[in-house]
């Protein structure tokens, strides 16, 4: 399976009452062979209406964020970890999570990124643990699979509260450095063949 019969296996998906409610499915964008990729809770109002991740002001935030770290969106992979918006902008509920995870799964396993940021508490639980404590583990690199995951809170959160824009910047300072740094073991290894 490659990335579009996976994108249209997305807009098909009738698992979850998600669909009935979205106009669009907002499956994720950007570089397919990715070593950065980010994943967000679910589309918004914005997102729902273009199609698109994190284009709505927590994505325009977002994008401020990335340029400041030195990041260029097209370099990296966003997505969702449900790809239908809920209604009213409420976090996904376990079931939702559940009908769409095969799809983010599927995702991860064609980018093949080097590197997950989990923005958000859905993300963190999802991807890392249920249960888990945005507020504890943000911040902290976890590796799992051949993955490094980086959980910090999402950018929505900023826009509610101006004092989790710093430790976000210090978050994105160090996926700055350790990206860099597998960078240059990559391109090490190539010369070395």
Known sequence: MDLETLRQKALACQECSLRQ???KVV???GNPRAGLMLVGEGPGAREDELGRP???PAGELLDRILVAAGFKREELYITNVV???PPGNRQPVPAEVQACRPILEAQIKLIKPK???CLG???TQTLIAPGASITRL???WIARDGIRY???FHPAALLRDAAKKRPVWEDFKSLRDVYRALQAEQLSLEFEE
């Open 21 to 23: 409610g979205a106009r």
């Open 121 to 123: 508490a859905v993300a």
């Open 27 to 29: 499956f994720g964008e």
């Open 54 to 56: 994190f284009v709505g």
């Open 150 to 152: 980086l959980p910090t």
């Open 115 to 117: 590197i997950i940021v």
């Open 138 to 140: 943000r911040g902290r």
């Open 83 to 85: 790809k239908c918006r």
